[in-house]
T-cell receptor
């Protein structure tokens, strides 16, 4: 199993450009999520999905869109990049047990710089 | 609502000394609890998890954590620090909302562990 994969590993954008960060998992997990990590801020949830066709906002959703057309893929779209979106982005997948979300499996991350 | 507090954003220990990283949680129902480790320029890796079985949980690399319901704590310990333990550590809590339909893992802000020779 490849686990959770993310592409690209690094990306530099200019202000106003758009792009899509790709995320895929091969563990048949229902739950997938996107986080951003900034120094001193920990991990902040951007968007999440509890299954194909179902997505919802996390705590910092502005400027980002997601869709979940398949169980495996959960792309994150930046509509019009801003310098404030310079960050490291992590995708994660998980499963439910006993009514709770169990451990999350993380991808290696995408380091994004917006100039 | 669930929340996690990690006491101390930076902990420094000497090689061979005890490692103690503190985590307190808030949850209205019995939670699942997790510790993750992040080495520089890498993703997060699960160290150990508590899912309502034994209260003392053993993880990888010699780490363990004890779930104490009365103290709402899940502190991470290792008897003897090694240079390779230098990393950032995150505590996380998982519990369903009252409606049972909102599934999230809530992370603490992290503790950076430095190990001095």
């Amino acid at each position: 199993n490849a686990g959770v994969t993310q592409t690209p590993k690094f990306q530099v954008l200019k202000t106003g450009q758009s792009m899509t960060l790709q995320c895929a998992q091969d563990m048949n997990h229902e739950y997938m999520s996107w986080y951003r990590q900034d120094p001193g801020m920990g991990l902040r949830l951007i968007h999440y999905s509890v299954g194909a066709g179902i997505t919802d906002q996390g705590e910092v959703p502005n400027g980002y869109n997601v869709s979940r057309s398949t169980t495996e893929d959960f792309p994150l779209r930046l509509l019009s990049a801003a310098p404030s979106q310079t960050s490291v982005y992590f995708c994660a997948s998980s499963y439910k047990s006993s009514g709770r979300l169990n451990e999350q499996f993380f991808g290696p991350g995408t380091r994004l710089t917006v100039l | 609502a669930q929340s996690v507090t990690q006491l101390g954003s930076h902990v420094s220990v000497s090689e061979g000394a005890l490692v103690l990283l503190r985590c307190n949680y808030s949850s209205s129902v019995p939670p699942y609890l997790f510790w993750y480790v992040q080495y520089p320029n890498q993703g997060l890796q699960l160290l150990l998890k508590y899912t309502s079985a034994a209260t003392l949980v053993k993880g990888i690399n010699g780490f363990e954590a004890e779930f104490k319901k009365s103290e709402t704590s899940f502190h991470l310990t290792k008897p003897s620090a090694h240079m390779s333990d230098a990393a950032e550590y995150f505590c996380a809590v998982s519990s369903p909302n009252s409606g049972g339909s909102n599934y999230k893992l809530t992370f603490g802000k992290g503790t950076l562990l430095t190990v001095n020779p």
